[in-house]
């Protein structure tokens, strides 16, 4: 079945670090793919997306380019600051998706220190 | 509109009780989902609602839990006799619209402990 691998966590930067967030799916077809984020104490947000090869997803300084040849989504972000702690999951949903459920990956724990 | 919301947040129960959770999607969104998601994991799913029925439903869904869309908007989930390893956070999302779909709307999540 489809599936989601993240790099695991956590990650400790320095604000202003390069922040790289591994993300690799197994699917058949060509899935969408997802980046949400989950604050302390909240629900999971939409981050960036991405629906088919070569597409550049992007939001608030974050990016991420779906890689067919790779199977690859990673994030990345050039400069993270301390509001960008957080976890971050990368999902996927089928192709031909007609509203059934996301596949989530497990998350990575990030922690930005002033 | 204020987005998904649920309730309780929290909620803190005795192994053997019984509990319900509410969900109240997003006004006209026809699709409701149910997800947990323990510590360190991601989201999985429970079960999902095309307005008032039920399409699918995971085998992690066992038959202590039973959720219900009456009238196709807000939605409930009840677990039976809770066991400890019930013990994570229920989320919910909602989506609405026509294929293509996009993006799952969550709620902030109710945490439930099993002591």
């Known amino acids: 079945g489809d599936s989601v691998t993240q790099m695991e966590g956590p990650v400790t930067l320095s604000e202003e670090a390069f922040l790289t967030i591994n993300c690799t799916y197994t699917a058949t077809g060509y899935p969408s793919l997802f980046w949400y984020v989950q604050y302390p104490g909240e629900g999971l947000q939409l981050l960036l997306k991405?629906?088919?090869?070569?597409d550049k997803g992007s939001n608030k300084g974050f990016e991420a380019t779906y890689r067919k040849e790779t199977t690859s989504f990673h994030l990345e972000k050039g400069s993270v600051q301390v509001s960008d702690s957080a976890v971050y999951f990368c999902?996927?949903?089928?192709?031909?998706?007609?509203?059934?459920?996301?596949?989530f990956g497990p998350g990575t724990r990030l922690s930005v220190l002033p | 509109d204020t987005g998904v919301s649920q309730n309780p947040r929290h909620k803190i129960t005795k192994r053997g009780q019984n509990v319900t959770f509410r969900c109240d999607p997003i006004s006209e969104h026809n699709r409701l989902y149910w997800y947990r998601q323990t510590l360190g994991q991601g989201p999985e799913f429970l079960t999902y609602f095309q307005n008032e029925a039920q399409l699918e439903k995971s085998r992690l869904l066992s038959d202590r839990f039973s959720a219900e869309r009456p009238k196709g908007s807000f939605s409930t989930l009840e677990i039976q006799r809770t066991e400890q390893g019930d013990s994570a956070m229920y989320l919910c999302?909602?989506?609405?619209?026509?294929?293509?779909?996009?993006?799952?709307?969550f709620g902030p999540g109710t945490r439930l402990t099993v002591l």
């Open positions: 999902a996927l949903s089928p192709d031909g998706w007609d509203g059934q459920n996301f596949v």
């Open positions: 991405a629906t088919k090869a070569d």
């Open positions: 999302a909602s989506l609405g619209g026509v294929p293509p779909y996009n993006e799952q709307f």
